[in-house]
C-alpha cells in the first residue's frame, strides 16, 4: 500500500517526547510523515521547551493540556514513555501509529528506506488469520495466499486490531540481556508478517506499533508502572503489560494481532549496565504476569473493551493484588482509564 492509497485523514501518528529536540527525529522521517496529523506529546517530566522543525501538521500536548483533558491528578499517568497514552486519548481517528522517537526510517535490503506509516495501515486494513496459522505468513500480502489445506470457511479472516514492527540495529531487548551481550545488534530483516495465534501471548513493544482505535482504543491501557521506572524502554513494562491485555481482550472479542514489517532503525540510547544497578522487579512481575493471562477468562457478557478491560483489572487485583502492590495499581490504573476514556471521548 502506498501512501496515496492511504486515507491521511484516518491516521494519527502519535511521539511520546522524552527528549527535547525532535528536529533530528521529524526530520529523518518528514517524507513519510507529510501530509498526516502529528500529535506529538511531551513527557510531564521533561523541563526543556520542545524543538520541532516547521511543515508538520502536529498538536503539541504539555503537562498543563493534560490537567486541563484529565485533571491535575490524574496527569501522572503520563510520565515518561507513558505520555504517548495521552495521544491515545484524545485522538479522534481511525488508526494511531506510534514510533518512539529514538527511531529514523530502516533499510530494506534492497537499500530502499521502509515506510513504516504504510505498512503499519495495511496491516490493520487486511484481515488478521488468529484461528489457523498459515504456513506462507500474511495470506493477504503482494506475492502471498493461503496454502493447500487452509480451510476455506477461515480465509476471510477477522478484523486485525494491531500491528506490532519490528527493530534493526539496537533491538528491543531486556536489560539483563543487552548487558550480557553489549555488541548484539539486530541486523536480520525478515520480510514477512504473521498473525500472532489465538490464546498465545507475545511482548508487545510500544516502540514501533500501530492499531485500529475504533476496534481496541480502551485496550490500550498505561497501567503497570514499575517502583524504579526510567527513560530508557528496558527500565519500563508499561508497554508489555498493555500488549498483552491487549492481546487478551482481541482474542475475547475476535480480533487478531499482527507482527513482523515494519521495521525502524532504532539508535543507541541508554546504558543497560547502569539499569541492572537499580532494583527492577520488572522480570519477576512477568513471571507472575504469565500464568494470570494463560488461566484468565473473560465473562461472556463483556461484549466492549471497555467492559473488558474493566473485567481484566478486577482479575488482576484479586488474583495477582496481594502478591505486588504494583498489580493492585495497575488494576486501579485501569478502571480510571476506563473512566477517562469513556469521558474523553463521550463528546463524540
Not at 484516518?10 to 507529510?34: C, H, K, Y
Not at 490537567?67 to 497514552?85: D, I, P, Q
Not at 486494513?125 to 493461503?146: I, M, Q, R, S, V
Amino acid at each position: 500500500m502506498s501512501l496515496a492509497e492511504i486515507n491521511k485523514d484516518e491516521v494519527d501518528i502519535v511521539i511520546g517526547a522524552v527528549n527535547a529536540d525532535l528536529t533530528p527525529f521529524l526530520n529523518s522521517w518528514r517524507s513519510f510523515f507529510s501530509g498526516f496529523h502529528l500529535i506529538v506529546v511531551k513527557d510531564p517530566e521533561l523541563k526543556d521547551e520542545l524543538n520541532i522543525p516547521e511543515g508538520f501538521d502536529v498538536d503539541v500536548y504539555s503537562k498543563t493540556d493534560m490537567e486541563k483533558v484529565v485533571g491535575a491528578s490524574n496527569s501522572t499517568m503520563f510520565l515518561g514513555y507513558s505520555c504517548r497514552y495521552f495521544g491515545y486519548l484524545v485522538s479522534k481517528k481511525k488508526y494511531i501509529v506510534s514510533i518512539d522517537d529514538d527511531c529514523v526510517p530502516a533499510k530494506d535490503p534492497k537499500g530502499f528506506l521502509v515506510d513504516a506509516v504504510s505498512h503499519h495501515v495495511s496491516n490493520l486494513e487486511k484481515p488478521a488469520t488468529p484461528l489457523f496459522f498459515n504456513t506462507l505468513y500474511d495470506p493477504y500480502c503482494e506475492g502471498a495466499d493461503f496454502v493447500r489445506g487452509y480451510p476455506f470457511s477461515l480465509r476471510s479472516g477477522v478484523p486485525c486490531a494491531a500491528s506490532c514492527g519490528l527493530w534493526l540495529n539496537l533491538a528491543d531487548l531486556d536489560a539483563p540481556t543487552q548487558a550480557l551481550k553489549t555488541e548484539q545488534r539486530n541486523t536480520s530483516y525478515v520480510d514477512a508478517v504473521i498473525t500472532v495465534p489465538l490464546k498465545a501471548m507475545l511482548p508487545v513493544s510500544g516502540i514501533n506499533i500501530a492499531f485500529n482505535r475504533e476496534l481496541v482504543g480502551p485496550a490500550l491501557v498505561p497501567a503497570l508502572r514499575l517502583a524504579g521506572e526510567g527513560k530508557v524502554r528496558w527500565e519500563t513494562l508499561e508497554d508489555v503489560w498493555c500488549g498483552m491485555c491487549l492481546k487478551h481482550i482481541s482474542d475475547h472479542l475476535g480480533y487478531g494481532v499482527k507482527t513482523g514489517l515494519p521495521y525502524v532503525w532504532r539508535n543507541e540510547r541508554g546504558d543497560a549496565v547502569e539499569s541492572l544497578r537499580k532494583k527492577w522487579e520488572g522480570m519477576d512481575l512477568m513471571e507472575k504476569s504469565v500464568p494470570f493471562f494463560e488461566s484468565l477468562k473473560l465473562p461472556e457478557t463483556a461484549l466492549k473493551v471497555e467492559d473488558c478491560v474493566v473485567e481484566l483489572a478486577k482479575a488482576v487485583k484479586e488474583q495477582l493484588g496481594s502478591y505486588d502492590p504494583a498489580f493492585t495499581q495497575a488494576a486501579d490504573a485501569m478502571i480510571n482509564w476506563i473512566q477517562l476514556w469513556n469521558s474523553v471521548n463521550s463528546s463524540g
